[in-house]
């Protein structure tokens, strides 16, 4: 067992474990019994793989950035996951648990989103299933991602607004927590990240780890050596940068760096840095690292990406930063602008600005020149384009 993997009290190291009300002691309960059961049955991995492979469009692939790597003097590879349907990692995670949610006789979903791409990933899996929905949004994600919340809307998804808190990312979660207090026999809390009480972040890093299963193999045949040596990822709560390390955990010659949302600056006030400003604390039902005051209240997070700006991490994450196994730094706004339209300058593709977090952090690394470098291109910049356009005034 690895050490950087949940233990079976559900922590990582001093992370992790379920802070629940007890009224959801019984769902998660029930979840923590049931999951691994049944995603190691035949029936589940077939019909998992076969709905990755024919409706999401797996392997997603893995892209030599031939111009990128000339301009940083190193070999860097792209894994695409905005090349999935509905254009962003978020789906693999999506069709696991709506697969799980009906084997548990689940009748109703609800989810919460920030950026919109877990939303419009849950919204689009319920309509593959036939399964109600119902979205929770922060007010501010829904002016700013319109065009995920029209398409979760043609979905049949119903958006719910959160008006209290600073109307982003946590206060659409503590809503969704909510509803599933009020409603918990029929209905499954399709949770977007790798944060939430346990099983939660386990179980969502597991349907992720697909991205670095298929990275190992595509190296392989490409270089003839499934490890890179240096693997990148932006982390908001951490699902894309947790599949994408997940096979990498215990190859220690594969140096992880997660990157964060530095906003206007780490110490400006503005900011969603959770490791560089954070301390230990209980977030959304698990102990992690977490921004907050002297007196434990949540530091209202910023970032100019609405999927980043979440004030904790998942409990892997903390571990991963505290163990020293991975390099956790951050990028500000004008960096993560500068390096989405750089890469579509120089390769034709518009990462989402989540993405373009990580893709910044490639100016910060000293290279040596025979590296071979992955990037995980968690989304597109589809739903990003009136930012980019407004920063840029194109």
């Given at each position: 067992?690895?050490?950087?993997?949940?233990?079976?009290?559900?922590?990582?190291?001093?992370?992790?474990?379920?802070?629940?009300?007890?009224?959801?002691?019984?769902?998660?309960?029930?979840?923590?019994?049931?999951?691994?059961?049944?995603?190691?049955?035949?029936?589940?991995?077939?019909?998992?793989?076969?709905?990755?492979?024919?409706?999401?469009?797996?392997?997603?692939?893995?892209?030599?950035?031939?111009?990128?790597?000339?301009?940083?003097?190193?070999?860097?590879?792209?894994?695409?996951?905005?090349?999935?349907?509905?254009?962003?990692?978020?789906?693999?995670?999506?069709?696991?648990?709506?697969?799980?949610?009906?084997?548990?006789?689940?009748?109703?979903?609800?989810?919460?989103?920030?950026?919109?791409?877990?939303?419009?990933?849950?919204?689009?899996?319920?309509?593959?299933?036939?399964?109600?929905?119902?979205?929770?949004?922060?007010?501010?994600?829904?002016?700013?991602?319109?065009?995920?919340?029209?398409?979760?809307k043609m979905m049949g998804a119903e958006v719910i607004a959160a008006?209290?808190?600073s109307k982003t990312l946590k206060d659409a979660t503590n809503e969704?927590?909510?509803?599933?207090i009020n409603n918990p026999i029929d209905t499954h809390y399709i949770?977007?990240?790798?944060?939430?009480?346990?099983?939660?972040?386990?179980?969502?890093?597991?349907?992720?780890?697909?991205?670095?299963?298929?990275?190992?193999?595509?190296?392989?045949?490409?270089?003839?050596?499934?490890?890179?040596?240096?693997?990148?990822?932006?982390?908001?709560?951490?699902?894309?940068?947790?599949?994408?390390?997940?096979?990498?955990?215990?190859?220690?010659?594969?140096?992880?760096?997660?990157?964060?949302?530095?906003?206007?600056?780490?110490?400006?006030?503005?900011?969603?840095?959770?490791?560089?400003?954070?301390?230990?604390?209980?977030?959304?039902?698990?102990?992690?690292?977490?921004?907050?005051?002297?007196?434990?209240?949540?530091?209202?997070?910023?970032?100019?990406?609405?999927?980043?700006?979440?004030?904790?991490?998942?409990?892997?994450?903390?571990?991963?930063?505290?163990?020293?196994?991975?390099?956790?730094?951050?990028?500000?706004?004008?960096?993560?602008?500068?390096?989405?339209?750089?890469?579509?300058?120089?390769?034709?593709?518009?990462?989402?600005?989540?993405?373009?977090?990580?893709?910044?952090?490639?100016?910060?690394?000293?290279?040596?020149?025979?590296?071979?470098?992955?990037?995980?291109?968690?989304?597109?910049?589809?739903?990003?384009?009136?930012?980019?356009?407004?920063?840029?005034?194109?």
């Amino acid at each position: 067992m690895s050490i950087y993997q949940v233990n079976e009290k559900g922590y990582y190291g001093p992370f992790g474990g379920a802070y629940i009300p007890e009224m959801l002691y019984p769902n998660v309960e029930e979840l923590r019994e049931e999951y691994l059961k049944i995603i190691e049955e035949k029936s589940f991995q077939e019909e998992f793989n076969q709905l990755l492979r024919d409706y999401v469009g797996r392997p997603s692939p893995l892209y030599h950035a031939k111009r990128l790597s000339e301009k940083y003097g190193t070999t860097i590879y792209l894994k695409r996951e905005d090349l999935n349907h509905t254009g962003a990692h978020k789906i693999n995670n999506t069709i696991g648990q709506i697969l799980l949610a009906e084997r548990l006789g689940k009748k109703r979903i609800i989810a919460e989103t920030g950026a919109g791409q877990h939303g419009v990933a849950t919204a689009t899996v319920c309509a593959l299933k036939g399964i109600q929905c119902a979205v929770y949004m922060g007010e501010i994600d829904i002016q700013r991602q319109a065009p995920n919340v029209a398409r979760m809307k043609m979905m049949g998804a119903e958006v719910i607004a959160a008006t209290s808190g600073s109307k982003t990312l946590k206060d659409a979660t503590n809503e969704a927590l909510r509803d599933w207090i009020n409603n918990p026999i029929d209905t499954h809390y399709i949770i977007g990240s790798v944060v939430g009480p346990h099983p939660y972040p386990d179980m969502v890093a597991r349907f992720q780890s697909i991205i670095s299963e298929e990275t190992k193999k595509q190296l392989l045949e490409k270089t003839g050596k499934a490890t890179p040596d240096m693997v990148l990822a932006c982390v908001g709560g951490g699902s894309n940068a947790a599949g994408m390390f997940y096979h990498f955990l215990d190859e220690e010659s594969v140096q992880l760096y997660a990157v964060e949302a530095a906003g206007h600056g780490v110490h400006s006030g503005e900011s969603a840095a959770t490791t560089a400003l954070g301390k230990e604390g209980v977030l959304h039902g698990s102990r992690s690292i977490l921004m907050q005051t002297e007196d434990g209240q949540v530091v209202e997070p910023y970032s100019i990406s609405a999927g980043l700006d979440y004030p904790g991490i998942g409990p892997q994450h903390a571990w991963l930063f505290r163990s020293g196994r991975g390099n956790y730094v951050s990028i500000t706004d004008d960096e993560a602008m500068q390096a989405g339209l750089e890469l579509t300058r120089l390769e034709g593709i518009i990462p989402a600005i989540e993405s373009a977090h990580a893709l910044a952090y490639l100016a910060k690394i000293p290279f040596k020149g025979d590296e071979t470098v992955v990037i995980c291109l968690s989304g597109r910049g589809d739903k990003d384009l009136d930012n980019y356009m407004k920063y840029f005034d194109f």
